[in-house]
C-alpha cells in the first residue's frame, strides 16, 4: 500500500514534469516562429522601402510603393489581423497573428516630423512629403497547450532613400 502510494506520487511528479515541458517547448516554438516571420517580413519590407522611388497612402495601414517602376502594396488587413504585400506575382503573408489594434503605419517629412494620416488631404499631402516610414506592430499566438506568447511591440523607421523630397 505504502509502495503503491509513493509511486502514485512518483508518476504525477514526472507526468507534471512532462506536460510542464511540453508547454514550454510550444511555448519556445511559438515565440521562434515570430521571431523568424517578423525578422523575414522588416527585411523584405525595409529592402522595398529603401529602394522605393515613390509612395502612396491610401489609409494609415496601406501604401503602395514604387520599386523599381513596378509597385509593391503593402497592407494591414483589419479582419484577418494579417500584414501583406501584393505585387503583380501575387500576395504574400507576411505577419500573421497581430494583436488588435496595433499596427499602424506612420509618415515623416524631410525634417523627421510625423505627419498626420486621418484625412484624404493629409495622406494626400504625405505621399508628396513621405521621407521617413515607420512601422509599428504586435504579434501574439496562441495555442491550446499555451495561453499566449506575445512579441512586443516590434517598430522600425526607414529612409525612402530615392525618393526626392524638397523641404
Known sequence: MIGATL????????????LFMGRSGANLRNY????????R???????????????SWTADTTIVLTVNSASVMYYYDTGTKIFYRRTTAGTQTMISGITAGTFSFKSYNV?????????????TAATSSTK???ISLEASRT??????ATN?????????????VTA
Open 7 to 18: 509511486s502514485s506520487f512518483v508518476l504525477l511528479a514526472i507526468l507534471t514534469t512532462f
Open 41 to 55: 517580413s522588416l527585411e523584405v519590407f525595409a529592402e522595398d522601402v529603401r529602394q522605393a522611388s515613390a509612395i
Open 111 to 123: 525634417a523627421g516630423i510625423e505627419m498626420p494620416l486621418t484625412t484624404s488631404a493629409e495622406l
Open 32 to 39: 521562434s516562429d515570430m521571431e523568424s516571420q517578423a525578422r
Open 152 to 164: 512586443l511591440v516590434l517598430s522600425a523607421r526607414f529612409i525612402l532613400r530615392n525618393k526626392i
Open 132 to 134: 521617413q516610414l515607420q
Open 143 to 148: 495555442t491550446t497547450t499555451v495561453t499566449s
